[in-house]
Structures are given as C-alpha cells and as structure tokens.
T-cell receptor
Framework: AQTVTQSQPEMSVQEAETVTLSCTYDTSESDYYLFWYKQPPSRQMILVIRQEAYKQQNATENRFSVNFQKAAKSFSLKISDSQLGDAAMYFCAYRRGLTSGTYKYIFGTGTRLKVLA | DTAVSQTPKYLVTQMGNDKSIKCEQNLGHDTMYWYKQDSKKFLKIMFSYNNKELIINETVPNRFSPKSPDKAHLNLHINSLELGDSAVYFC????????????FGPGTRLLVL
C-alpha cells in the first residue's frame, strides 16, 4: 500500500533563512505525481509545487524547490529566504493510480513550519 | 471569482441532527472530492465524483451521502451526526480523475456537540 511519511511534526526557521521539509513515500508504481500543499491558519489548502515522477529535473517555484530522489523515494521541500507568510502546515501528497483507472491522493501527516522574526 | 467554494464555513450542531455541506467549483473541472481533516490535521479522502459518477468511495459510514447534481456541484449530507464527525471537511476539484493538481475549497469546520 502506498504511504506518505513526514517525519518532522514541527520545524522552525529564522526569517530569511532556508529550511528543508522531508517527505518519503512508498510505492510500486513507476509513474506518479508528488505534491506539496500549504495550509496556513486560514485552513485553505494551497498547492505549493508538484513533481512528475518521470521528470528527472527537480521542480522549482520561486523560493520553493524540491529534491526528488526517485530511487530513495524521497521528496523534500526547500524554502529559501523564508518569510513570515510561509508559516503554515505543509503536506506532502502522492497521487496513486487505482485498478479502476482512477486516482487517489494520499497525504502525509503534515509538518508545522514556524518562521521566527 | 472563487474557484472552489463551500458553504457553510462553520457548522455547529447537536448530536443526532442531519446536516449538509455544499460545494461548487467554477473551474470547469470534471472531478470533485470530499476530504475529512481530523483534529490531528490528518487529511483523508472520503469520496470522489467524476462527471456526476461516484468513482472513489472510501470506508466511510453510510451516514455520509454525497450527491452530485451536476459536475460543478458535489454536496455532502450527513445523517445522525456523532461527536466523532467533528472535523474540517474540504471539497476539492481537478480537471480529470487523473488530473494532477487538486484545487481545494476553504473548508467547513463542523462541530458536533
């Protein structure tokens, strides 16, 4: 069964510094998608970044980038130049294919990121 | 201009009541989802509909009944509410059932007393 593990329940980073949130997953699929979602106190779930497993190049979105290690089944999120607005819960997610031909998204348990002024 | 909207935003009710949460998306997506986020922030899928057809039905009590009158709407009706139903419920949509990116609504915080 596919699982997504976020081993850091909470992380802190100083404003303007860089922080890396870890995520590992378990799968037997070769083609899949991985995501990082952000949930600020407003509770809104916001897509931060996504990675297609067939792409070797790591995805980047402005200050957010991933380190995708397919063999190791690792998908970490790096936030550079951290800002106060980055404080939120961050969820790693995996899109799993089902035998029915549909897909299901499996989320990790989240990492709470605190940004210190 | 809200992409995925849910109503109500907050819902406080007594045990045993029946309540509904509505979800609408104006993105033209084919697939919609309901997720439950518990007090520990664990987010788990409950249902998924593709073009009004149920395609994912997780192990959810049959007190929960989704209804999709058209592909832009997916409502969640809950009968005989229990304390354990207290959670935040998120609606989401994606372009297709394999659509990679899901767009989430703002969530509905349900508190059962």
């Amino acid at each position: 069964a596919q699982t997504v593990t976020q081993s850091q329940p909470e992380m802190s980073v100083q404003e303007a510094e860089t922080v890396t949130l870890s995520c590992t997953y378990d799968t037997s699929e070769s083609d899949y998608y991985l995501f990082w979602y952000k949930q600020p106190p407003s509770r809104q779930m916001i897509l931060v970044i996504r990675q297609e497993a067939y792409k070797q190049q790591n995805a980047t979105e402005n200050r957010f980038s991933v380190n995708f290690q397919k063999a190791a089944k690792s998908f970490s999120l790096k936030i550079s130049d951290s800002q106060l607005g980055d404080a939120a819960m961050y969820f790693c997610a995996y899109r799993r294919g089902l035998t029915s031909g549909t897909y299901k998204y499996i989320f990790g348990t989240g990492t709470r990121l605190k940004v210190l002024a | 201009d809200t992409a995925v909207s849910q109503t109500p935003k907050y819902l406080v009710t007594q045990m045993g009541n029946d309540k509904s949460i509505k979800c609408e998306q104006n993105l033209g997506h084919d697939t919609m989802y309901w997720y439950k986020q518990d007090s520990k922030k664990f987010l788990k899928i409950m249902f998924s509909y593709n073009n009004k057809e149920l395609i994912i039905n997780e192990t959810v009590p049959n007190r929960f009944s989704p209804k999709s009158p058209d592909k832009a709407h997916l409502n969640l009706h809950i009968n005989s509410l229990e304390l354990g139903d207290s959670a935040v419920y998120f609606c989401a949509s994606s372009l297709r059932s394999g659509g990679e990116t899901q767009y989430f609504g703002p969530g509905t915080r349900l508190l059962v007393l």
